[in-house]
Each structure stands twice: as structure tokens, then as C-alpha cells.
Nanobody
Framework: QVQLVESGGGLVQAGGSLRLSCAAS????????MGWFRQAPGKEREFVAA????????YYADSVKGRFTISRDNAKSTVYLQMNSLKPEDTAVYYC????????????????WGQGTQVTVSS
């Protein structure tokens, strides 16, 4: 069982940066692939980025590639999402998620979810 708690969301102007954190409980965090998803009002939840258990491979949605960076610190049981050059269309609730079987852009592949953190980008 893994519990996930996101933090770091907030209000930022377009072009600004935020770093989201997702702290995991449980001693098996290093075994989990982790992902970030987001959901804007009236829209479906969408994939943002994912990272394998070791951190050596990362994957991004085309919409954030080159602007966002996912990373993890297994010693701290934490996964991060560094978001640069933010745009108003990045406004959403951001969720972290975990699963044992490898990265996936599909939300249904993930077993554990955090409660989400709001990111609002003003124009």
C-alpha cells in the first residue's frame, strides 16, 4: 500500500515556474513507476509525465515536453515535477500516481493516487 500526498501548487503568471512534489508513504516506493496527470475543469484527466522506478527513463506528453521535468528521490520517497514556461492552458489539478508494472500514459494503469494540487496560470 502506498499513500501519496502532492504539494507545491499555486497561482503563477504565464512564463513562470512551479515545482510540484509528491511524497509517498510505505517502504516500497523505489519499486514503483510514478506518473503525473492533470485535469482541467470540464476535461478528462490527461497524462503529463512518468518516470520508472530507477529514474533512468522518463516520458512526457507532447504538450509539456521541453518545459516540464519529472524526477524522483527514492531516498526521500518523493517524486517531483518541475514546471517551467507555464502557460494558461497548464491550469489544472495535478495528481501523482504510482504503479508497480512500469510507466504508462493511461490513468487506469495506476493503482495509487494522491488527492491533487491546484495549479493556476494567469495570463
Amino acid at each position: 500500500q502506498v499513500q501519496l500526498v502532492e504539494s507545491g501548487g499555486g497561482l503563477v503568471q504565464a512564463g513562470g515556474s512551479l515545482r510540484l512534489s509528491c511524497a509517498a508513504s510505505g517502504r516500497t516506493f523505489s519499486s514503483y513507476a510514478m506518473g503525473w496527470f492533470r485535469q482541467a475543469p470540464g476535461k478528462e484527466r490527461e497524462f503529463v509525465a512518468a518516470i520508472i522506478w530507477s529514474g533512468s527513463n522518463t516520458y512526457y506528453a507532447d504538450s509539456v515536453k521541453g518545459r516540464f521535468t519529472i524526477s524522483r528521490d527514492n531516498a526521500k520517497s518523493t517524486v517531483y515535477l518541475q514546471m517551467n514556461s507555464l502557460k494558461p492552458e497548464d491550469t489544472a489539478v495535478y495528481y501523482c500516481a504510482g504503479q508497480l508494472y512500469g510507466t504508462s500514459p493511461l490513468s487506469r494503469a495506476y493503482d495509487y493516487w494522491g488527492q491533487g494540487t491546484q495549479v493556476t496560470v494567469s495570463s
